[in-house]
């Protein structure tokens, strides 16, 4: 009720700084009392408030009480802010841990996807879709495959030579044949071929937001950052910390971290403190830093908090997040517990105050102290999420190492050519971006004998995909990594505004520590002077503050200072409140500053990751799609061959067989009439036997009718003859039936039934190959017979242009 009275009363007179003030003290009581308000439109109202030009007050009864009055509330209402400002930060940094942990989920659900679209590019059908073809074509596929497969095996092997199994692998000799049922494989090809001959590297970049190609990872991320994103500033890059790495490194990995005596040591810091001169009390101070010769103890609960601190300290170095600010509080926190047991100036001068290793002095309530200040660095800042998905990457990282098929250049870059060591079985090689030229010192000789069957499975093996289907899903890939890279980008993006706003506070923080440190500094120095000036008068705190506010306000200083010093002096009036307030506010922004260290070096890491994963996404290898390109262009071109190879083979047996059948006619009629009657009944019935067979066996290959015909002709040439012999028993041959026949056959000798398989294996093969050639014709016709039919609509439409 009274946000919106003060509300309303600040919307009908909007220059009164009274009821500006009014309606500020609402805000901070509604927001002290609901979490939900937040101090954000406490610091909304103050900045209205003091932009004010001309501000009036309720009551203006002399023109200078007025302006003092003006004054009073715009001190206030800048403090009011200040502290607002300080909540609200310590409200962010609460929510900071699991803004974090949402970022580092979003990462790794992306890559996931990543991840499976990289491994999906062997396969561009879905598991599904794979599924559905096999069943609907298993059959056939399978028998066409196999059948396939056995005919390339059988070529390779058998008639092959070295030198066209060579010349397999060269691009230049494939291109025709590629050219030919696939150009827009080639063009592909030729865009890959392009590219490598002028960046020298298979890998390209591409700019998720413009397209803009890169021929280098880094100068894509250099492009996106400075045109799509931008940078910190000067100011902003000069607050990241750095990196407490070498010296505390060594320490923390080397040396030895064990329970420490402290009364034993005490003593021993004391006889080298009295017996020390010169140089040589130096070098025995150094020997006791150096753990040479320090009093260990047993005490195996100590000992595991201190392995435990270690450990932690050994994550935070591992992943370069320790700085100066972590360091220096970490010792802070021990030395202000150990000089309870060790004078502090004894420590100093034996140096203790410069190494980790005297948290091995403290007992076990202190080492869980500090124990509990590293976990609270950890946590605080979200590092726990970020270095668990660190080690995730690491293990990826290791378990991903690229291996590839060789595919090079030739010396003057007109040919790409597999490297031709896969012909002795070394198909693969570790992931070399460097190697895309083979020099003639570096070529492999081979000899026939080197040749290994391996390279054959490799043609052979994999998905069934088609040339098209390959295309296709490289083009989706591309597509789906563009997408994932704005993911990533869009992550990227809040981390870098996250880092740009917590600079900016850490400025704003630095400015005000220093304007506190120099309070507290005049009552150090004051101090001082009555410790070392005999007879000297005291001076109070409040009047040293008082005069300092006087001196500012009279030169025109800093007035976020004239407002500390007002609140000080209004809130405190005695010299040990004054300065306990003052340790307070430096405490409390030291540790601020501290945090903001921890997010921000945090985040550094993460962009950094962040930036590796958008690299990951929006980087190609043009080997990707060549490889099983150049692959299926091989297949192709040895299927090709080994129908080539097999249809001679078909055709020599063919004409073989028929050479066959025709002697066997021959020899029949030159047996003539002075034989037995019986005996030419006998041997026609065989002859007649083994014909009918081979015509039967010729007839299932799916030989042409008129080649059927003609071998009936031969097998029978006598049954319609006019000079054949007259059969005196025709009884003879009509009683011969087709099961006779088969019951004959049944009476093969083990190597007849042998070279009648053969035969119909062969056969069987002639039959493959002419359908296969068939239904490659028609397919050629139907080409031709689209373009030529489109050629003539063309000239018709140009003819009737011309006549009009």
């Known amino acids: 009720s009274s946000v919106k009275s003060s509300k309303r009363a600040v919307e009908l007179c909007p220059v009164s700084l009274s009821f500006w003030f009014f309606y500020v003290v609402a805000l901070v009581k509604l927001a002290q009392y609901d979490a939900d308000a937040g101090f954000e439109a406490v610091i909304e109202a103050c900045d209205t408030g003091l932009a004010i030009e001309y501000p009036t007050v309720v009551e203006e009864r002399l023109k200078l009480d007025g302006e003092h009055e003006i004054e009073s509330l715009r001190k206030q209402l800048r403090l009011i802010k200040l502290q607002s400002k300080y909540l609200v930060d310590a409200k962010s940094l609460g929510k900071i841990k699991d803004e974090i942990q949402e970022l580092q989920d979003r990462k790794e659900e992306i890559e996931q996807r990543a991840i499976k ?12 879709d794979n599924k559905i073809r096999k069943l609907k074509n298993v059959k056939k596929v399978a028998a066409n495959v196999d059948t396939v497969a056995a005919r390339v095996k059988a070529y390779w092997k058998d008639r092959m030579s070295m ?3 060579k010349d397999l692998l060269s691009l230049e000799l494939l291109l025709p044949f590629a050219e030919k049922d696939s150009p827009a494989a080639v063009v592909v090809v030729m865009q890959a071929v392009e590219h490598v001959k002028a960046a020298k590297n298979w890998k390209f970049s591409t700019c998720c937001f413009c397209g803009e190609r890169f021929s280098e990872v880094k100068l894509n991320a250099d492009h996106m950052k400075s045109v799509h994103l931008g940078t910190l500033s000067d100011e902003l890059r000069s ?16 040396r030895k971290w064990r329970p420490v005596d402290v009364v034993a040591a005490k003593k021993m810091m004391e006889d080298l403190s009295r017996n020390k001169h010169g140089d040589e009390g130096l070098n025995e101070s150094e020997v006791f830093m150096n753990q040479k010769e320090w009093p260990y103890c047993e005490d195996t609960r100590r000992d595991l908090i201190i392995d435990k601190i270690r450990s932690r300290l050994r994550v935070f170095l591992k992943i370069r997040f320790f700085v100066p600010s972590h360091l220096s509080v970490f010792m802070d926190l021990i030395m202000e517990m150990l000089k309870k047991q060790i004078p502090e100036q004894l420590l100093k001068e034996h140096w203790m105050d410069r190494t980790v290793l005297t948290a091995c002095f403290l007992d076990i309530s202190e080492l869980n102290r500090v124990y509990e200040f590293l976990d609270d660095l950890y ?24 291996y590839h098929e060789k595919i090079v250049f030739n010396e003057d870059f007109s040919c790409v050519v597999f490297d031709k060591k896969m012909l002795r079985g070394e198909l693969v090689v570790p992931n070399d971006e460097a190697a895309i030229t083979s020099s003639a010192d570096a070529e492999t000789v081979l000899n026939d004998d080197e040749c290994k069957d391996a390279i054959l499975d490799w043609l052979l093996g994999g998905t069934n995909i088609s040339i098209g289907e390959r295309l296709m899903q490289w083009t989706n890939f591309r597509e789906t990594s563009k ?16 880092m740009q706003n917590f600079c900016e506070k850490k400025i704003e923080y630095l400015r005000d520590i220093k304007v506190w440190k120099n309070l507290e500094s005049i009552c150090v120095k004051e101090d001082k002077r009555r ?27 800093d007035i976020f200072e004239l407002d500390i010093i007002w609140n000080i002096l209004k809130v405190d009036h005695v010299d040990n409140e004054i300065k306990l307030g003052i340790k307070k506010q430096i ?18 890491i993460a962009m950094k990751q962040t930036g590796k994963k958008i690299d990951m996404v929006t980087s190609y290898d043009y080997r990707s799609i060549m490889v099983p390109l150049l692959k299926s262009f091989i297949q192709a071109r040895l299927e090709d061959l080994a129908n080539e190879d097999a249809e001679e083979k078909s055709k020599a047996a063919e004409k073989e067989l028929l050479s066959e059948l025709n002697l066997d006619d021959k020899k029949n009629s030159d047996k003539g009439g002075d034989n037995s009657r019986q005996g030419q009944g006998k041997s026609n019935v065989k002859k007649k036997k083994k014909d009918h067979r081979k015509a039967k066996e010729f007839k299932a290959t799916g030989g042409s009718e008129e080649q059927q015909e003609n071998v009936q002709q031969i097998s029978f040439p006598a049954a319609h003859g006019e000079d054949d012999p007259p059969n005196p028993n025709p009884e003879i041959v009509v009683s011969v039936t087709i099961d006779e026949l088969e019951q004959e056959e049944r009476k093969l000798t083990p190597e007849e039934q042998k070279n009648l398989k053969m035969l119909e294996e062969h056969l069987e093969l002639q039959r493959q190959i002419e359908n296969e050639a068939r239904q490659k014709r028609l397919a050629e016709q139907n080409k031709v017979g689209t373009s030529a039919e489109n050629e003539a609509k063309s000239d018709e439409k140009s ?6």
């Open 117 to 128: 679209a990289r491994k999906n590019l062997e396969t561009p059908l879905s598991d599904t």
């Open 379 to 402: 946590n605080i800042c979200g590092l726990q999420s970020l270095s668990i998905s660190l080690a995730r990457d690491e293990v990826r990282g290791m378990t991903c190492v690229a």
């Open 239 to 254: 607050v990241e910390p750095e990196i407490e790495f070498d010296s505390v490194h060594d320490t923390v990995k080397s």
């Open 163 to 165: 030198e066209l199994k």
């Open 483 to 498: 997408s994932q890279a704005m993911e990533f980008f869009k992550i990227y993006e809040a981390e870098f505004h996250r």
């Open 531 to 557: 410790e070392e000036i005999s007879g000297y008068k005291p001076l109070s705190y409040e009047y040293l503050l008082l005069d300092r506010h006087k001196f500012i306000k009279r030169t025109n200083g």
């Open 587 to 604: 405490d409390e922004l030291a540790e601020k500053l501290y945090k903001f260290d921890s997010i921000i070096r945090t985040t550094t």
């Open 799 to 804: 003819s009737g242009l011309r006549q009009q």
